[in-house]
C-alpha cells in the first residue's frame, strides 16, 4: 500500500513539472496610457476628418495594442512630454485612438460600421503602432508602421501639415530635409564586402543605412549583440549599403543601380532598413524598430523558408508564438 501510494505521489509530482515546464509565458509588455490631449471621438472618421480640416488640421489614427512595447516606447517619446514632436502635434493634429483588439463601432462611410478589430485588418494593420494621417476628404496622405524617433517623425508631420503629399512621395521629402549628419556608419565584421548581390546564393540581408539614421547605433550595439539574433544571422549573407550612395552595385535581379536608387525606388523612408531576401526574391523588409525577439523571428521566417506555409509574416508570427508557449519558452517582447 505504502510502495502504491509513493507511486502515485511520483506520477503526480513529474505530471506537475512537465505541465510547469510546457507552460511558456510572455513578459516586456508595456502597459501605456493615451494623452489627455486626444480627442473624444464617437470614431464617426469622416465627421473627425472634415472637422479637422475645418480647424486646419489633419486627422492622425493611432492605432495600438494593449502591452505593445513600440507603442509606449512612441507614446513616451514623441507624445508625451513636452518637446518639438509633441508641441507640433497638438498644433496641428486631432489624434483619435483604435485599439485593433477592440470592439467599439468604427464608422467609415453612411454605409460602413465596423468594429476596431475589423477596421485595423481592413487597413492591414500587422505593427503597432501604426498611425495613418487623413485629410479633410478622409484620403489616407501618408502612414507610419511601427516606432519612429521624435527627430523623424516631427520631419513625417511636416510632411502631412505642409500638405507636401500633393507634390511629392514621403520618402523623396524625407531625403530632402532630414538630417545628414546624425550617425557615421561603422564598420562590422558581420559585413560582406560584396556589390554584386545576384551572386549571392544564400539568404540575404541588405541593410540600408545613411547619416540621418538615428536608429543604427540600437541596431549594432543591442540587437545584433543579442545572441538569439546572432543564432540567426549566421543563415544569412549581409551587405551593409549607404542608402545616400551613388556608387555602382548589381541587384539580385542582376540590374546595375546604386543603394540611393534602390532606396528610392522601394519608397523606404527608415532607416537602418533591412531587406530579407532568399531565393533571389525579397520575402520580407524591416522598416521599423524592432526588439530582438521579433527581429530574430523575421530572420527566422525568410532563412527558414516559412513564406511557403505561412502566406504572411503575422500568420507565421501566430503560429510561432503558440508552439513556443507550448514548449515552454519565456518571449520577452521588449528584450
Not at 549566421?234 to 542582376?254: E, F, Q
Request: with cysteine; charged share 25%.
Amino acid at each position: 500500500m505504502i510502495k502504491k501510494i509513493l507511486m502515485t505521489f511520483a506520477t503526480l509530482l513529474l505530471s506537475v513539472t512537465f505541465l510547469n515546464a510546457a507552460t511558456g509565458k510572455v513578459v516586456g509588455g508595456a502597459a501605456h496610457d493615451m494623452p489627455s490631449w486626444f480627442k473624444l471621438s464617437f470614431l464617426d472618421i469622416s465627421d473627425d476628418a472634415q472637422e479637422a480640416a475645418e480647424n486646419n488640421k489633419h486627422l492622425m489614427l493611432f492605432l495600438d495594442l494593449d502591452g505593445c512595447p513600440y507603442c509606449a516606447k512612441m507614446l513616451h517619446d514623441s507624445f508625451f512630454p513636452k518637446n518639438k514632436t509633441s508641441d507640433f502635434i497638438k498644433a496641428h493634429f486631432d489624434v483619435v485612438q483604435i485599439r485593433i483588439t477592440g470592439d467599439r463601432d468604427v464608422t467609415w462611410d453612411d454605409d460602413t460600421t465596423m468594429s476596431e478589430k475589423a477596421f485595423a485588418k481592413k487597413m492591414k494593420v500587422y505593427f503597432t503602432p501604426t498611425m495613418l494621417f487623413l485629410d479633410g476628404n478622409k484620403n489616407i496622405v501618408a502612414r507610419v508602421d511601427g516606432y519612429r524617433s521624435p527627430e523623424n517623425f516631427l520631419n513625417i508631420l511636416k510632411y502631412v501639415n505642409g500638405k507636401y503629399y500633393k507634390k511629392m512621395k514621403l520618402d523623396v521629402f524625407l531625403n530632402k530635409v532630414k538630417n545628414k549628419n546624425l550617425y557615421k556608419l561603422k564598420p562590422n565584421k558581420l559585413f560582406s564586402n560584396i556589390t554584386d548581390l545576384s551572386k549571392v546564393s544564400t539568404p540575404l540581408a541588405v541593410i540600408l543605412e545613411d547619416g540621418s539614421c538615428t536608429q543604427c547605433d540600437y541596431l549594432h550595439n543591442v540587437t545584433f549583440k543579442n545572441k538569439d539574433v546572432a543564432k540567426q544571422l549566421k543563415k544569412y549573407t549581409i551587405v551593409r549599403l549607404d542608402a545616400s550612395s551613388n556608387k555602382p552595385i548589381i541587384d539580385v535581379s542582376g540590374h546595375k543601380t546604386t543603394p540611393k536608387e534602390m532606396a528610392l525606388k522601394m519608397n523606404l523612408n527608415y532607416r537602418p532598413t533591412i531587406l530579407l531576401y532568399n531565393q533571389k526574391k525579397l520575402r520580407l523588409t524591416i522598416d521599423a524598430l524592432l526588439y530582438s525577439f521579433h527581429f530574430k523571428e523575421r530572420l527566422r521566417y525568410v532563412s527558414g523558408e516559412y513564406y511557403k506555409k505561412y502566406k504572411t509574416y503575422h500568420e507565421y508570427s501566430q503560429m510561432r508564438k503558440a508552439q513556443l508557449l507550448k514548449e515552454g519558452a519565456t518571449i520577452n517582447l521588449a528584450n
